[in-house]
């Protein structure tokens, strides 16, 4: 059975900096390593939405103009993780982070390029 698990989700004060992190375990291992990998967020109410791409080898990464230049995706493939790390985060901005893996990097930001999603992780920003 495939599984991406993420963790980091939490509290944090506006302005403040959250570490998610996603772990694949059973059949996704076997595609981590090869494919590019993406984190997307879902706030109340609105539809699921790109944050974050990287390529399998973590050499071309791509970000939501949202979060250009606050959020960094990375890898770490003899691990079979992922991270996205937040700075600077909003007020506004309280979602749940969702990683997804085994996707192609010519499509990164379409959810219907990945295979295997997480459960998802809450990110709550206070003012």
């Known amino acids: 059975q495939a599984q991406l698990i993420e963790s980091g989700g939490g509290l944090v004060q506006a302005g403040g900096s959250l570490k998610l992190s996603c772990a694949a375990s059973?059949?996704?291992?076997?595609?981590?390593?090869?494919?590019?990998m993406g984190w997307f967020r879902q706030a109340p109410g609105k539809e699921r939405e790109f944050v974050a791409a990287i390529s399998r080898s973590g050499n071309s990464k791509f970000t939501a103009d949202s979060v250009k230049g606050r959020f960094t995706i990375s890898r770490h493939n003899a691990a079979n993780t992922a991270y996205l790390h937040m700075n600077h985060l909003k007020p506004d901005r309280s979602s749940i982070y969702y990683c997804a893996a085994d996707g192609s990097i010519l499509r990164y930001n379409g959810r219907e390029t990945y295979k295997w999603w997480g459960q998802g992780a809450q990110v709550t920003v206070s003012s």
């Open positions: 059973g059949s996704s291992i076997r595609t981590f390593s090869v494919s590019a």
